[in-house]
C-alpha cells in the first residue's frame, strides 16, 4: 500500500542546535517532494521544493535533502530558534496537476 | 493584500444543514484546490479545478459539490451535512504548470458539524 510517514509526532529541541526531520514514503514515485510550515489556525506555508534529481536544496537556515533510493526526504533546519517552533509537513508531488500527498507532520518545538 | 482567503473562517452548523465555503485568489493562478484537515492534522486533497476545469476528484461523497465560476473563485458547497465532516477545510492554488509548483494555502474555514 501506499505511505508517506513522518518522524515522531513531536520533537524537542534546543535553541541553536539542528532540528533534523524525516520524511519516508513507500509505493510512491513523486517527481518532487515539497516541505510546507504550519502555525496553528493558520495554512500551511511553502518552504522547499526538491526534484527527484537532485540530492540537497539549501534556503537560508533550510536544508532538503531527497533519496529516491531510500524513499527518504531528511529536513534540517541549522541554528533553530524558538519562532521555528511549528508543524513541518513533508509532500510528495506526482506531477501533472501537482496533486500533493501530505504526510501527518512534525510539531517542533525549540526551547530556549 | 491577502492572497488566498476563505469566508467563513469560523462555522457552526447542525446536521443535515446545507452550508457552503469561499475562496478567491489574486494572485493570478490558474489551478485552485480543496484540501481536508481532519483532527488527526491529515492534510487530504478533495479537488482541484484548472482554469474554471475539475481536473481531480478524490473519492469524496457527493454531497460535496464544487464549483468555479471563474478561475479566481473556487467555492464548495455542502448539502446534508454530517459529523464527520467538521473539520477544518483549506483553499489553495497554484501558478502556470511546468513553471511553478508550489501551493499558497488560505487560512481555513474551521466546521464544526453539530
Known amino acids: 500500500s501506499q505511505k508517506i510517514e513522518q518522524n515522531s509526532e513531536a520533537l524537542n529541541i534546543q535553541e541553536g542546535k539542528t532540528a533534523t526531520l524525516t520524511c519516508n514514503y513507500t509505493n510512491y514515485s513523486p517527481a518532487y517532494l515539497q516541505w510546507y510550515r504550519q502555525d496553528p489556525g493558520r495554512g500551511p506555508v511553502f518552504l522547499l521544493l526538491i526534484r527527484e534529481n537532485e540530492k540537497e536544496k539549501r534556503k537560508e537556515r533550510l536544508k532538503v535533502t531527497f533519496d529516491t533510493t531510500l524513499k527518504q526526504s531528511l529536513f534540517h533546519i541549522t541554528a533553530s530558534q524558538p519562532a521555528d517552533s511549528a508543524t513541518y509537513l513533508c509532500?510528495?508531488?506526482?506531477?501533472?496537476?501537482?496533486?500533493?500527498?501530505f504526510g501527518a507532520g512534525t510539531r517542533l518545538a525549540v526551547h530556549p | 493584500d491577502t492572497a488566498v482567503s476563505q469566508t467563513p473562517k469560523y462555522l457552526v452548523t447542525q446536521m443535515g444543514n446545507d452550508k457552503s465555503i469561499k475562496c478567491e485568489q489574486n494572485?493570478?493562478?490558474?489551478?485552485m484546490y480543496w484540501y481536508k484537515q481532519d483532527s488527526k492534522k491529515f492534510l487530504k486533497i478533495m479537488f482541484s479545478?484548472?482554469?474554471?476545469?475539475?481536473?481531480i476528484n478524490e473519492t469524496v461523497p457527493n454531497r460535496f459539490s464544487p464549483k468555479s465560476p471563474d478561475k479566481a473563485h473556487l467555492n464548495l458547497h455542502i448539502n446534508s451535512l454530517e459529523l464527520g465532516d467538521s473539520a477544518v477545510y483549506f483553499c489553495?492554488?497554484?501558478?502556470?504548470?511546468?513553471?511553478?509548483?508550489?501551493?499558497?494555502f488560505g487560512p481555513g474555514t474551521r466546521l464544526t458539524v453539530t
Open positions: 489553495a492554488s497554484r501558478g502556470l504548470a511546468g513553471v511553478s509548483y508550489e501551493q499558497y
Open positions: 494572485l493570478g493562478h490558474d489551478t
Open positions: 509532500a510528495l508531488d506526482l506531477g501533472g496537476y501537482n496533486k500533493l500527498i
Open positions: 479545478y484548472n482554469n474554471k476545469e475539475l481536473i
